[in-house]
């Protein structure tokens, strides 16, 4: 792979250093996340990712910060696996009760200067703003309070990240994220990930995301084992969010390039490079299907031409029967060649295949997986530079 910065992990790594198995403390996370930045990798990472209910730690970080007359820092402790260390919004309110009511307009501007200051490798912004995700696992109620207290702070907001809480049907979803979430936020470059059930809300959950501004979240991991979704699980959802047209982001358990069998846990753990090339081969399987059904439907309209003209009505129904059976198949077959992909540990193999994407189909499979959630950014540098996909300038891997 030639050049430090290679196409396909630009933006990829969002640092969870806060969440498990990390746990890191939040001064500590703040001058890493700040190092990794600074750093020649620093295009490779996203924002620093912590929970909504940290806004009330950050805004004590950044009085302390300014007291001692340090830079200005924007980041925050966050929340466990399970929901986070105090009430969600408790340490919000706090934070938002410290400043005038912002309002959607200063909401919208703290996002537009964020996204402005954000140089084209994918660096830190500018102005000592951290680039900051927020998660909300109990669902979306907290989340203008949250835009309000992020609005007074100086941080650049990147992302949302938002639970579906159990019994919220997707068009109430909806309705709550229009209302909490300025239309203006997005454009100027803020993206809403719903993290998706893995039940049977998942399907219709996804369908309601198709068109819309907001964008899916997989959860792929966790502290214990049922946490995991395996490689037909993973396909399937994968497969489904690609023909909504729905770009997705994963979370949790994806501490390493390749599939892998956890040595201490046991766990079976997703390898980030696997899942994007899961998200190629769900691209082009949906390209195919949609060029196959094209067929069909030209297929289709001469058959009922036929029929209209006196030709045999069950000639034309058997066609109909055998297209949708293809179909069926066909997409069978594209979840069982997603699934192989997942369960690949060969590295030689798996770093074949993603130099063999080239710059299109990269930039298509990353449209897709935006990116992924790692309590470590230098694990998965190192495993990188390990496959020969990932070079220090100067030639140091």
């Known amino acids: 792979m030639t050049g430090p910065l290679p196409l396909f992990a630009r933006g990829m790594l969002d640092d969870?250093?806060?969440f498990p198995p990390g746990l890191a403390p939040l001064p500590d996370a703040v001058v890493a996340h700040r190092g990794h930045e600074a750093a020649w990798y620093g295009g490779l990472v996203g924002p620093l990712v912590i929970a909504g209910s940290a806004l009330g730690e950050l805004?004590?970080?950044?009085?302390?910060?300014?007291?001692?007359?340090?830079?200005a820092r924007g980041s925050g402790d966050g929340d466990s696996a399970a929901g986070g260390s105090g009430a969600e919004g408790s340490a919000a309110g706090g934070a938002a009760a410290a400043v005038s009511a912002a309002g959607g307009a200063a909401?919208?501007?703290?996002?537009?200067?964020?996204?402005?200051?954000?140089?084209?490798?994918?660096?830190?912004?500018?102005?000592?703003?951290?680039?900051?995700?927020?998660?909300?696992?109990?669902?979306?109620?907290?989340?203008?309070?949250?835009l309000e207290a992020c609005a007074a702070l100086p941080v650049s907001l990147a992302a949302l990240e938002i639970a579906v809480p159990e019994g919220m049907e997707p068009g109430e979803l909806l309705a709550a994220l229009d209302t909490a979430i300025p239309e203006a936020a997005e454009a100027a470059g803020l993206e809403v990930f719903v993290e998706i059930p893995r039940d049977a809300r998942r399907d219709p959950l996804l369908a309601a995301l198709a068109g819309t501004r907001y964008r899916a979240k997989f959860r792929t991991g966790g502290v214990r084992a049922e946490l995991y979704p395996d490689e037909a699980e993973l396909a399937a959802a994968v497969l489904v969010a690609v023909e909504a047209g729905v770009p997705f982001k994963a979370t949790a358990g994806l501490h390493h390039a390749l599939r892998n069998t956890d040595p201490e846990t046991g766990f079976e753990q997703h390898g980030f490079l696997n899942l994007l090339l899961a998200a190629d081969a769900a691209g082009r399987a949906t390209e195919e299907a949609a060029a196959d059904r094209s067929g069909v439907a030209g297929e289709t309209a001469a058959a009922q031409a036929a029929d209209?003209?006196?030709?045999?009505?069950?000639?034309?129904?058997?066609?109909?029967?055998a297209a949708a059976a293809q179909a069926a198949a066909d997409r069978t077959g594209a979840v069982e060649t997603i699934r192989d992909l997942l369960a690949e540990r060969d590295g030689a193999v798996v770093a074949g295949r993603v130099r063999?994407?080239?710059?299109?189909?990269t930039a298509a499979a990353r449209a897709r997986f935006t990116s992924f959630g790692t309590c470590s950014v230098t694990d998965p540098l190192t495993e990188l530079a390990g496959l020969g996909l990932l070079t220090e300038p100067g030639g140091a891997a």
Do not use: M, N
């Open 16 to 18: 969870a250093a806060v």
């Open 356 to 361: 063999e994407l080239g710059p299109e189909r």
């Open 308 to 321: 209209q003209a006196g030709a045999d009505r069950a000639s034309a129904a058997g066609a109909g029967e």
């Open 107 to 146: 909401v919208e501007a703290s996002v537009a200067g964020g996204a402005a200051a954000v140089s084209a490798a994918g660096g830190s912004a500018a102005g000592g703003q951290l680039r900051l995700a927020l998660t909300f696992p109990g669902g979306p109620a907290r989340v203008a309070e949250a």
């Open 59 to 71: 805004a004590e970080v950044l009085r302390a910060d300014g007291a001692a007359g340090g830079p």
